[in-house]
């Protein structure tokens, strides 16, 4: 028996020429399923003491069956909340969030998405959280070089090697000036894993890796493809790993960024919610567009 599809199903994007959004529109109306576009700042909440009311121009966003999440797109902290409070009226009035709004907020935070890897046992690079710029002074000099990073962010903004002479010696200066401009009063210092020279993307949907690709940093220390790394194809298998990093963050839809280390062994950077797959895409020339439609439309 063929399975029953679900319909409709709302595809959430705060960017509407996003390529990912028309790949996924395509991909489910060729299996017969209605598609509305859901751009969060279009969207509006109307509540009163009897009724609320959630709605994007005519469309009553409660009667959707699923909305996939492709981004959240929020950097200041109103919009942020505005936006989680969204996700979360419509998923208490029936509608299945994807990825689950408590998920996205886990990967959302470095530090979240950190605690839960180190619970679920996975291998993490030796990982600092802390408001005192004297414990992070302290870190960087007892493990330099070191990687510094936001708390919250993507795509590799704010992520910096700690590895010049001049760094060490105006460590305070530097952990400052690195708070005012992404860290707002927190610090997440992790001992830097030498590596090959590339990480490993893996894109993991419903306890399957969907595809994986090695990003390669054309110059600096991030290999994010919005930093200007480049993509190519992955040999390494990582799919033990990348299933486990998932599940750790109750993750449906999830990209795992991996480092093999000069040893070969395995460590989990990261667990992203809202992962792209172009890069993935062009170096697998897997339709990741029509799996994803498969597996949410599955009842």
């Known amino acids: 028996m063929a399975p029953q599809r679900l319909s409709p199903i709302g595809l959430y994007s705060s960017n509407p020429w996003s390529a990912r959004v028309d790949a996924l529109e395509g991909a489910l109306h060729s299996l017969n399923v209605d598609v509305l576009r859901v751009i969060p700042w279009k969207v509006s909440r109307i509540g009163s003491s009897d009724y609320h009311q959630i709605v994007s121009g005519t469309h009553d966003l409660t009667s959707l069956e699923i ?17 989680v409070g969204l996700l979360s009226a419509l998923a208490e009035m029936g509608v299945d969030i994807v990825n689950s709004v408590s998920s996205i907020l886990q990967m959302r935070n470095k530090a979240e998405t950190m605690r839960k890897l180190v619970t679920g046992g996975l291998p993490v690079p030796k990982t600092l959280i802390t408001e005192s710029i004297e414990d992070a002074a302290d870190f960087v000099r007892d493990h330099f070089p070191c990687v510094l990073k936001p708390i919250t962010g993507f795509g590799g903004f704010g992520v910096q090697l700690i590895d010049r002479d001049f760094d060490l010696e ?12 992404f860290g707002k009063g927190a610090y997440l210092l992790q001992e830097y894993i030498r590596g090959p ?3 490993i ?19 600096g ?12 194809p992955n040999d390494i298998d990582v799919t033990d790993l990348a299933i486990q990093a998932a599940r750790s963050v109750k993750g449906r839809m999830v990209g795992v960024d991996l480092l093999p280390d000069r040893d070969g062994d395995l460590w989990v950077l990261e667990v992203n919610a809202t992962p792209g797959w172009t890069g993935l895409q062009k170096v697998t020339g897997i339709d990741i567009a029509g799996y994803v439609a498969e597996s949410i439309t599955k009842s």
């Open 197 to 199: 020279g590339f990480d």
């Open 221 to 232: 220390f991030v290999t994010n493809l919005h930093a200007g790394g480049s993509a190519r």
């Open 201 to 219: 993307r893996a894109f993991v949907l419903d306890n399957e890796v969907i595809a994986t690709m090695q990003r390669v940093s054309r110059s």
């Open 170 to 181: 105006n460590i305070y200066d530097y952990l400052k000036f690195h708070s005012q401009m």
């Open 67 to 83: 909305l996939l999440v492709l981004d959240l797109g929020a950097n200041d902290i109103g919009t942020f909340f505005s936006r």
